[in-house]
């Protein structure tokens, strides 16, 4: 009896009320796109179009050709699951028989549907089925999935914003996928820590580039979003290295180097991640010079240890910090190409650095198909 009581208790019900709404929620939402809702009402509306479509072209075939019939397949490609939309084609097909039979022979002893007209709509039926076997893959809404990637595409640029610096500093960043994509295996998370006296930048390449490397991306930096600034700053990159490696990737291995400045006195440490060195200049000297940290790779083994650089920005100072598709290139050494971006990067120490970060990398690698990220940090 008690346990009868319980189970009527206003907040048992609540729960089971609670549980039937998901449920109905779930249904008619993503699973309707796996194939596991109801779509017999678009189905409906489509079959009875296909009769309306074949009288149509029998009662005048020059204002309703015979390759009509693709508009049906194409809504029901977008629309339906493929079950659901085996049954349209079967309709389909059998209204170009009763096309076929309804006419007179023509020329040649063909009548409006001839065979280019069945291999049109056979064409467009195949690539119909195509797209509802991804959707159905995917459980993405044809209609929602432009503004799903756009807001993916979105969040990463937001998550790679660069906080403001106090007077007498300027930070940018640009970053170009590969192939003119709307997504990269390149990105940066950045925050100031310490009161706002400390800039910490993490610039991070993985392996893979544009949309294969894109959803790791993603991952990657929410969770170097999140670790940044909680962490003692030598305490990240081992953080994010044990990241990777509980992620079970087949290829899951990537590149990152971290800055952390005082934006006080302008002392800073590079941590390095196997990635490729930075690259300061020096107002007093006019000389460029790499500054390499030392480290493995993220995600290729555990209690790995990374051992920084250290540096000054005085005034005019830049650093620049860059992924491999800036400077890497087939038959050059990589060398080479640092010493390419320097040469461009020297054309900006005159007039300063403010908007050359796009303008480097569209000078260095316009044309290149890899994933390009620049990060530029000055002192006035």
């Known amino acids: 009896m008690a346990q009868r009581a319980a189970g009527d208790s206003p907040m048992a019900r609540w729960r089971r ?15 309707y ?23 149509g072209t029998v009662a005048s075939p020059v204002w309703c050709p015979p390759t009509t019939l693709v508009l049906p397949i194409l809504v029901g490609g977008l629309l339906l699951r ?8 079967a309709a389909s097909a059998a209204a170009l028989v009763v096309e076929s039979a309804s006419f007179a022979p023509y020329v040649n002893g063909l009548g409006p549907v001839t065979p280019g007209v069945v291999l049109v709509v056979s064409a467009v039926a195949f690539a119909g089925l195509l797209i509802a076997q991804f959707r159905s893959r995917v459980g993405v809404p044809w209609r929602g999935g432009g503004t799903m990637l756009f807001d993916l595409r979105e969040r990463i640029r937001v998550q790679s914003r660069l906080p403001m610096l106090p007077p007498g500093w300027h930070a940018e960043m640009a970053l170009r996928p590969a192939g003119g994509q709307s997504f990269s295996g390149d990105f940066v998370v950045a925050t100031r ?37 909680s962490l003692p700053p030598h305490a990240f990159l081992t953080a994010a290295n044990g990241y990777l490696l509980r992620q079970n990737w087949d290829e ?3 590149t990152s180097v971290h800055l952390v400045l005082d934006l006080e006195s302008g002392d800073y440490e590079l941590l390095s991640a196997g990635h490729l060195p930075g690259v300061q200049l020096s107002s007093g000297t006019g000389r460029w010079e790499e500054k390499a940290a030392e480290g493995p790779l993220l995600g290729i083994y555990d209690g790995a240890e990374f051992h920084g650089v250290k540096g000054t920005l005085r005034s005019g100072d830049v650093l620049l910090l860059f992924t491999d598709g800036l400077v890497e290139a087939s038959g050059r050494d ?36 890899d994933d390009r990220a620049l990060l530029i940090v000055c002192r006035d």
């Open 17 to 31: 009320t609670l549980h039937r709404a998901r449920v109905g929620v779930r249904k008619t939402g993503v699973d």
């Open 33 to 55: 796109f796996r194939g596991e809702g109801s779509d017999w009402l678009i189905l409906s509306v489509l079959m009875l179009s296909v009769p309306a479509i074949a009288w």
């Open 82 to 89: 493929p079950s659901s939309l085996l049954l349209l084609y």
């Open 193 to 229: 820590t310490s009161g706002g006296r400390v800039l910490e930048a993490v610039l991070t390449d993985v392996s893979g580039k544009g949309m294969d490397a894109g959803s790791r991306a993603l991952l990657l930096s929410g969770a170097f979003g999140g670790l940044l600034g």
């Open 252 to 254: 899951g291995f990537a």
């Open 334 to 369: 990589i060398s080479e190409g640092i010493d390419r971006l320097i040469g461009e990067a020297d054309r900006y120490v005159a007039h300063g650095f403010r908007g050359a970060a796009w303008q480097l990398i569209e000078a260095v690698a316009k044309n290149v198909n």
